[in-house]
């Protein structure tokens, strides 16, 4: 078993900037992707961005620019760096982490106000 712990999500105002981390312990034999999604209400859960192992990274096009993800191999960890947030950034994040199945986290809100 894997399990995922998140932090930093939270309120904060159009513009600003927030930073999500995740930690994976327990029986990690090879992660092959970490990553973050969201979901906002009433919405499907979606991509925002995703690092692999070999350090390939792919983002939503509607994150682009603004939100950086960065990943720690020896420690698998997975942060999410997001500036300029707008409103519709509003949803939960949840970290996913791929080795043999697919793990994830119990979300973190975040929350940007107009």
């Known amino acids: 078993q894997v399990q995922l712990v998140e932090s930093g999500g939270g309120l904060v105002q159009a513009g600003g900037s927030l930073r999500l981390s995740c930690a994976a312990s327990g029986s990690i034999f090879s992660i092959t992707s970490m990553g973050w999604y969201r979901q906002a209400p009433g919405k499907q859960r979606e991509l925002v961005a995703t690092?692999?192992?070999?350090?390939?990274?792919n983002y939503a096009d509607s994150v682009k620019g603004r939100f950086t993800i960065s990943r720690d191999n020896a420690k698998n960890t997975v942060s999410l760096q997001m500036n300029s947030l707008k409103p519709e950034d509003t949803a939960v994040y949840y970290c996913?982490?791929?080795?043999?199945?697919?793990?994830w986290g119990q979300g973190t809100q975040v929350t940007v106000s107009s």
């Open positions: 996913r982490v791929v080795t043999l199945r697919v793990y």
């Open positions: 690092a692999t192992s070999g350090g390939s990274t």
